[in-house]
Structure formats: structure tokens, C-alpha cells
């Protein structure tokens, strides 16, 4: 069976500290990897996505993600948490196959504190 | 611009009067579905379509409908709406690559749905 678990249902870390959002996926077939974000009353953005190119994926406002087969795992991450952050993540992915479709994970809210 | 447009924004509605949600891209994706968020489920999926006139089954279809008869409109449809479809929902749209995996997906900024 397709299926992504997003480890972590609630994060909370300090401003300024490193953010680590884990997702795990769990296919026989070679996937494609997003981690979207939302913002309270907001659509989805996207931040990044792996498309089988290179394995370490830069995304925008400095997060990046690491599709790790081995694992299977796509683990979101950032250096630095900016209390802009604070936000609820979903770690998506599309497997191959001849029925096609996105599935999310159940997301991780990031809470960032001073 | 490239864009997922869903109307209305917000609705309130009484259980058994029918209602159609709206969907249109302009980016002539093939792939559009449609999700519901319900707190600590995350997005589930309604249902699909990988093209004009195919539409498939989600993970949670019951209750609704969609049709797909042009490429840029995919309307969601309630026939008898009820208290448990009361929920936030987004439609979204996608292309898909050589390898049939989806690649990027637009959303539409999501329709708060009341049911009473």
C-alpha cells in the first residue's frame, strides 16, 4: 500500500533554532516528494519538491529536504526558525502507477516561540 | 497569472439543499481533484480526474459528485448535503510527467463549507 506519515503532529521550537519536520513514505514504486505549507486561513504553498533530480532539494524562505531511499524518508529542514514559520506542514507525495494521485500526509504544526 | 479559482469563498447551507462548489485552472492541466481538511485528518481526497470525461474515486467519495467536461472546470457537487460534510475544502490541479506521477500542484485558496 501508498502511504506518508508525517512523524510529528505538533513541533514547537525557539526562534532562531533549527526546525527538523520528519516525513516517511512507504512504496514499491519510485515517487515524487512536496512538503507544502498553510498559514492560518491561507491555501497551500508549496516550498519544495524532489522529482528524482538531486537528492538534497532547496526550497524557498531558506528550507530544504533530503530524499533519503534508503529510509524513505523526505525530512523537512531549516536552520534557523523565524517565528514567520509558524504554520501547519504537509509532506505529499505522488506515486508512480497508472493511478495517479497526490497523497498527504496529516501534517505537522510548527509552532515558533521567542 | 497561474491560478486555481474556487467560488464561493465561504457558504452556509441547510442539510438536503443541493450546492455546486467551482473549480477552474488556467494552466491546462490534466490532473484535478478535489480534497477535504478536517482537523488532525489532514487533506483526504474526494475525488480526480486525469482528464476530460475521467473521473475517479478518491478516498472519501460518498456524498458527493464531480463532472469534468472541459479541461479547465471541475465543479464539486453536493446532491444532499449533511452536518458531515461540513468541512474546508480545496480543489487542485496538476500536470502529469512521462512517468505518470504528478508533478506540482496549484491549489485553489479553499471553500469553507457550513452545514445546518
Known amino acids: 500500500a501508498q502511504s506518508v506519515t508525517q512523524l510529528d503532529s505538533h513541533v514547537s521550537v525557539s526562534e532562531g533554532t533549527p526546525v527538523l519536520l520528519r516525513c516517511n513514505y512507504s512504496?514499491?514504486?519510485?515517487?515524487?516528494l512536496f512538503w507544502y505549507v498553510q498559514h492560518p486561513n491561507k491555501g497551500l504553498q508549496l516550498l519544495l519538491k524532489?522529482?528524482?533530480?538531486?537528492?538534497l532539494v532547496k526550497g524557498i524562505n531558506g528550507f530544504e529536504a533530503e530524499f533519503k531511499k534508503s529510509e524513505t524518508s523526505f525530512h523537512l529542514t531549516k536552520p534557523s526558525a523565524h517565528m514567520s514559520d509558524a504554520a501547519e506542514y504537509f509532506c505529499?507525495?505522488?506515486?508512480?502507477?497508472?493511478?495517479?494521485?497526490?497523497?498527504f500526509g496529516t501534517g505537522t504544526r510548527l509552532q515558533v516561540t521567542l | 497569472e497561474a491560478q486555481v479559482t474556487q467560488n464561493p469563498r465561504y457558504l452556509i447551507t441547510v442539510t438536503g439543499k443541493k450546492l455546486t462548489v467551482t473549480c477552474s485552472q488556467n494552466?491546462?492541466?490534466?490532473?484535478m481533484s478535489w480534497y477535504r481538511q478536517d482537523p488532525g485528518l489532514g487533506l483526504r481526497q474526494i475525488y480526480y480526474?486525469?482528464?476530460?470525461?475521467?473521473?475517479d474515486k478518491g478516498d472519501v467519495p460518498e456524498g458527493y459528485k464531480v463532472s469534468r467536461k472541459e479541461k479547465r472546470n471541475f465543479p464539486l457537487i453536493l446532491e444532499s448535503p449533511s452536518p458531515n460534510q461540513t468541512s474546508l475544502y480545496f480543489c487542485?490541479?496538476?500536470?502529469?510527467?512521462?512517468?505518470?506521477?504528478?508533478?506540482?500542484?496549484?491549489f485553489g485558496q479553499g471553500t469553507r463549507l457550513t452545514v445546518v
Open positions: 487542485a490541479s496538476s500536470s502529469i510527467n512521462r512517468d505518470r506521477r504528478n508533478t506540482e500542484a496549484f
Open positions: 512504496s514499491s514504486y519510485s515517487p515524487s
Open positions: 524532489y522529482t528524482s533530480a538531486a537528492t
Open positions: 505529499v507525495v505522488s506515486f508512480t502507477g497508472t493511478a495517479s494521485k497526490l497523497t
Open positions: 494552466m491546462n492541466h490534466e490532473y
Open positions: 480526474s486525469m482528464n476530460v470525461e475521467v473521473t
